[in-house]
């Protein structure tokens, strides 16, 4: 476990350094939406149309970097990781819900973990193949933003360990 901690926040400094230093904020070969040629420029899916100069000056550059190319932030340093409040998760370019509080918990890893997401259909998964690892990419169903990663360490009872980029999530509190 501690191997794995050290590997992510490796990989994490590397591809967040990687993202705010290049111009045109790419690295490693763009992942997620923005990177998508069989897509329009401005098409994800056929549910939700992005358009990335209008995204660009409505997110953070982190933000932006995170779910269009697939970026990694840092962990322990993040919006969410510790984040208690009862509400629900969105995600922060088309607003679909995508976790409760209720399934978040703390997973040591410095991210938002959560044991499942709102809904079934709230993410999608595909296989990620970079940096030598062998992961599945989380991304939100409805607009192809990458959202982070799962893993088969997480608690019962699902077993799963969603591992989010605070980067990627708006926090609506519960009312």
């Known amino acids: 476990m501690k191997k794995m901690f050290i590997l992510g926040f490796v990989i994490a400094s590397i591809v967040l350094f990687g993202c705010s230093a290049r111009s045109g904020m790419t690295f490693f070969g763009e992942k997620g939406p923005a990177a998508d040629s069989t897509k329009s420029e401005n098409q994800t899916d056929s549910t939700y149309m992005i358009n990335k100069e209008e995204l660009k ?3 953070s550059e982190e933000s932006f970097c995170v779910t269009q190319l697939g970026a990694t932030e840092r962990p322990f340093d993040n919006k969410y990781w510790n984040n208690h409040e009862d509400g629900t998760y969105h995600c922060i370019v088309c607003g679909q819900e995508l976790f409760g509080s209720d399934t978040k918990y703390e997973s040591g ?15 999608k998964e595909e296989s990620d193949n970079t940096l030598g690892m062998k992961r599945t990419e989380i991304l939100c169903s409805k607009c192809g933003a990458h959202l982070g990663h799962v893993f088969d360490d997480g608690p019962e009872p699902t077993g799963l360990r969603y ?12 009312e």
Do not use: H, I, Q, T
């Open 57 to 59: 000056k409505r997110l």
């Open 163 to 174: 591992c989010m980029n605070s980067a990627s999530l708006e926090f609506r509190k519960k």
């Open 109 to 123: 890893s410095g991210w938002p973990s959560f044991f499942k997401p709102a809904k079934n259909d709230a993410v």
